[in-house]
């Protein structure tokens, strides 16, 4: 943020001055002016989406007892004696909004069938998470970490054993790279991204990790499970 006020106080002195010096000052604002304010709105939507997406999650793990809302848990398939032979670790992609409640009873539910460990993953992709990483310790991270706590006591009910992993960076590249490192067997994801706007300035998620991991993706339309 500090960087930002600096090159808007100079953008600002660049611009007076040259007003200043300008035989036809309003033609400059006409013309200027508009693109400064449009390029700064850009910028601020950039730097503060992220966070302000957080004041109207409807997550059930973080509202108030007696205000959570009722989460339909997918239907479970009849599964043989003792759990399936194959996915050993499966790992949980969750976008801390309202669409992880389907993602999470998925994901989980595949879990608990193949008897696997469950991976809850998310990425923090805020302006001090992108570019400081793990050191980014504000408000936005640690809203991150309790919000994955919580979902790691909401996977122990089904009896699912879990872990949290809290990334830093671009969605794409991290949940590929943590693909890999973790030796992760299958990923569950939402299919949402960041709304119409969101997408040009960021780019949508699930489409781009199916295409770059070696491993099956389980991609959950938040939509259609609330139908």
């Known amino acids: 943020m500090i960087i930002v006020g600096l090159n808007a106080r100079l953008v600002y002195g660049a611009v007076s001055a040259w007003i200043g010096e300008s035989t036809h000052p309003g033609a400059i604002l006409l013309i200027v002016v508009p693109v400064i304010a449009s390029i700064a709105l850009l910028l601020a939507y950039v730097v503060f989406a992220p966070s302000l997406s957080r004041t109207s999650r409807l997550s059930a793990w973080l509202a108030p007892a007696g205000l959570r809302a009722p989460v339909e848990r997918p239907a479970e398939p009849p599964v043989a004696d003792g759990p399936l032979q194959g996915y050993q670790r499966v790992a949980i992609a969750l976008a801390a909004d309202a669409g992880d409640a389907a993602v999470l009873a998925h994901g989980l539910l ?86 119409a706007m969101g997408d040009i300035l960021f780019g949508s998620t699930a489409s781009p990790v199916r295409h770059r991991v070696r491993i099956p993706v389980f991609i959950v339309r938040s939509d259609r499970a609330k139908n």
């Open 110 to 195: 595949l879990a608990r069938s193949y008897g696997a460990r469950a991976l809850l993953v998310h990425v923090a992709e805020g302006f001090g998470a992108r570019y400081f990483g793990p050191d980014a310790d504000n408000v936005e991270t640690s809203d991150d970490r309790a919000y994955l706590e919580r979902a790691r006591e909401e996977s122990s009910r089904p009896g699912v054993t879990a872990e949290v992993r809290l990334l830093y960076g671009a969605p794409v590249e991290e949940l590929t790279r943590m693909v890999t490192r973790e030796n992760v067997d299958l990923l569950v994801m939402g299919a949402h991204g960041h709304g």
